[in-house]
């Protein structure tokens, strides 16, 4: 049940069913600039930011529960792992909000 909460989650923050009410083609472009108008292609652009920074969040929560009952070189690298994750999700984020006009 948590699985099936956490994917409408995301269709609903990823604008999935905006654009397909919208349906809105856009043509020739991948990613319209202006806030009125999400291709299909944005919002799985933003289900996927959106999926690699929950993915983040995951492995930095399994990283830090795991550093608390054992040291070692697991949890740090899924803590490590777990920050590139959240950075890469957060330069895409900007660089769809840069495309957009914002």
């Known amino acids: 049940m948590k699985s099936v909460y956490l994917f409408v989650i995301i269709i609903f923050s990823a604008g999935i069913v905006n654009a397909i009410l919208e349906g809105s083609s856009g043509g020739q472009y991948l990613i319209i600039p202006g806030a009125n108008v999400q291709t299909m292609f944005e919002s799985f652009a933003n289900s996927f930011i959106i999926i690699i920074g929950v993915l983040g969040l995951y492995l930095l929560n399994r990283g830090s529960v795991q550093s608390i009952k054992r040291a070692g070189s697991v949890p740090n690298s899924l803590i490590a792992s777990g920050l590139v ?18």
């Open 85 to 102: 994750l959240l950075v890469i999700s957060f330069i895409l984020f900007l660089y769809i909000l840069g495309l957009k006009g914002y």
